[in-house]
């Protein structure tokens, strides 16, 4: 029963520390931080940012960093002059913005196209070489068979010229042997 009573208290215990650890890393912006020109709040990594503002611009460091420059060149007083140029410099970023993420859209569709193309043009360099494989061992086998027909026709030749020798030959033999016959 007093292990239970314990247990039961530790859990409680840990919920109470989990609760103020969560609550010691939420920010919450009020709704009159909207209309302050106070200094921008820092939300470190971890961070809940609990919203009660209409709308909220999260900025990071490199354009803070750049407000920071613009401020300290035309004062620390925030007129309608300071104002319109923080407008128009955030329009001509979201500007570019825009513009980097239709290039990067097209460079990835090009990308993809070109992968496509490779691929086609790999597969029919692979073909090419397989048909270029056949071929050659084509042209192999038939300068085998071109030679032997030059051997073939050689000696068909040289049989032939014996063969018409031989008939000559028998000819003029029989010639004589009918001419002795015949005196």
């Given at each position: 029963?007093?292990?239970?009573?314990?247990?039961?208290?530790l859990?409680?215990?840990?919920?109470?520390?989990?609760?103020?650890?969560?609550?010691?890393?939420t920010?919450?912006?009020?709704?009159d931080?909207?209309?302050?020109?106070?200094?921008?709040?820092?939300a470190?990594?971890?961070?809940?940012?609990i919203?009660?503002?209409d709308?909220l611009?999260?900025?990071?460091n490199?354009?803070?960093?750049?407000?920071?420059?613009?401020r300290?060149v035309?004062?620390?007083?925030?007129?309608?002059?300071?104002?319109t140029?923080?407008?128009?410099?955030?329009?001509?970023?979201r500007?570019n913005?825009?513009?980097?993420?239709k290039?990067?859209?097209?460079?990835?569709?090009?990308?993809?196209?070109n992968?496509?193309?490779i691929k086609?043009?790999d597969?029919s360099?692979?073909?090419?070489?397989?048909h270029?494989d056949t071929?050659?061992t084509s042209?192999v086998?038939?300068?085998k068979?071109?030679?032997?027909t030059k051997k073939?026709l050689?000696?068909?030749k040289?049989?032939?010229t014996?063969?018409?020798?031989?008939?000559?030959f028998?000819?003029?033999a029989?010639?004589?042997l009918?001419?002795?016959?015949l005196n």
């Open positions: 029963m007093r292990i239970n009573y314990y247990l039961s208290i859990i409680m215990l840990s919920f109470y520390v989990s609760m103020a650890q969560s609550n010691s890393d920010l919450i912006i009020k709704s931080y909207a209309k302050s020109y106070n200094q921008p709040i820092l470190t990594k971890g961070t809940i940012i919203n009660q503002i709308s611009h999260l900025v990071n490199i354009r803070l960093k750049h407000y920071e420059e613009i300290s035309l004062g620390d007083s925030l007129d309608l002059k300071l104002n140029i923080l407008l128009r410099y955030e329009n001509v970023i500007e913005d825009s513009e980097y993420n290039l990067l859209e097209s460079y990835n569709k090009l990308a993809l196209i992968k496509e193309y086609r043009t597969t360099l692979q073909v090419t070489a397989a270029l071929l050659n042209l086998k038939t300068d068979h071109l030679t032997k073939m050689k000696k068909n040289r049989s032939q014996w063969q018409k020798l031989g008939i000559g028998g000819g003029v029989l010639g004589i009918l001419g002795i016959f």
